[in-house]
């Protein structure tokens, strides 16, 4: 495996624009109204996540791996996935050069990250 001397880099710039005062109160509006509906989210989810394991609790409790109740359905998923291992790749014989070729790269969905302040910076 040969080293390359190219180098891809990234530079991001700082600039400031000037808004006029109805579009700062619109950008205000929305941003915060994004932060709100965000924290309702994450509470919501936790709300979620803890009636889950209540549920998970009461079903094995009752000793099924899953049930039906007026309506409602109760099912323990259990999650197996597949990924692929480099290191074993390579282990078993395969070169780290043809994997690198074999590697495509597509553009995922495009969207707007908005940091609320106060918040972990990237935390979605």
């Known amino acids: 495996m040969s080293l390359s001397t190219a180098v891809t880099t990234t530079i991001t710039t700082t600039e400031t624009v000037k808004l ?22 994450k509470v919501a989810k936790a709300a979620k996540a803890k009636a889950a394991a209540e549920v998970r609790a009461l079903r094995e409790v009752i000793g099924v791996e899953g ?19 480099k290191q074993k790749f390579v282990e078993l014989g395969g070169s780290i050069e043809t994997y690198n070729n074999a590697v495509v790269k597509k553009p995922g969905t495009a969207y707007e990250r908005i940091t609320a302040p106060g918040d972990k910076q990237g935390e979605d």
């Open 20 to 41: 006029p005062p109805k579009q700062m109160v619109m950008l205000r509006k929305k941003l915060t109204l994004g932060a709100e509906l965000h924290l309702q989210e």
């Open 67 to 85: 049930l039906a109740f007026e309506g409602f359905t109760v099912k323990n998923v259990t999650s197996l996935r597949d990924y692929f291992d």
